[in-house]
């Protein structure tokens, strides 16, 4: 499974409205739904509430990783976002995030939801194409930066 078979280029928004974690979530939680990618968008947005009151997925380097596991959605489904301006979200390192990649997996696909997260962890921890990343302006250039960056990266 590689990230691309979860991500489209009207899956990615760049730059995001958004200019706070809960506007963020939301406005991606709606780019899915907009692309009738959501059997249930309130559903989908609850789980994804639910589980960043558990604890902060600003995971550090900039990125922030919400996620959840839904009856929202009938196969695992990504969406990414670039901030106009970094925003706090409570990330683990303190710094604000810029890349925000939301994860939605059916509720039952425990192995494959940590797989992505896996996959997307990498991709974060490469500076090359975090750097990449930031310096992104539009959903192609971040789709062929993840596109790029799986095909030299070990399956």
Same mark, same amino acid.
């Given at each position: ?49 639910? +589980? ?68 997307? =962890? ?7 194409? +975090? ?6 302006? =539009? ?15 070990? +399956?």
């Amino acid at each position: 499974m590689q990230l691309t078979d979860m991500l489209t280029i009207t899956s990615i928004k760049v730059p995001l409205d958004a200019t706070n974690k809960d506007d963020a979530i939301k406005e991606m939680v709606d780019l899915l739904a907009s692309q009738k990618m959501l059997r249930d968008r309130n559903d989908a947005l609850d789980a994804v509430t639910r +589980r960043e009151a558990v604890r902060s997925t600003g995971v550090g380097h900039g990125f922030a990783i919400p996620h959840a596991k839904t009856k929202a959605v009938d196969k695992l489904r990504l969406a990414i976002g670039k901030t106009k301006t970094p925003m706090d979200f409570d990330s683990i390192d303190a710094l604000p995030v810029t890349i925000i990649v939301l994860l939605l997996s059916p509720a039952d696909q425990t192995g494959p939801h940590i797989q992505a997260i896996a996959r997307i =962890s990498r991709l974060m921890t490469d500076q090359q194409a +975090r750097d990449a990343l930031w310096k992104s302006q =539009s959903p192609q250039e971040i789709l062929e930066l993840i596109t790029a960056h799986q095909n030299k990266a070990p +399956r």
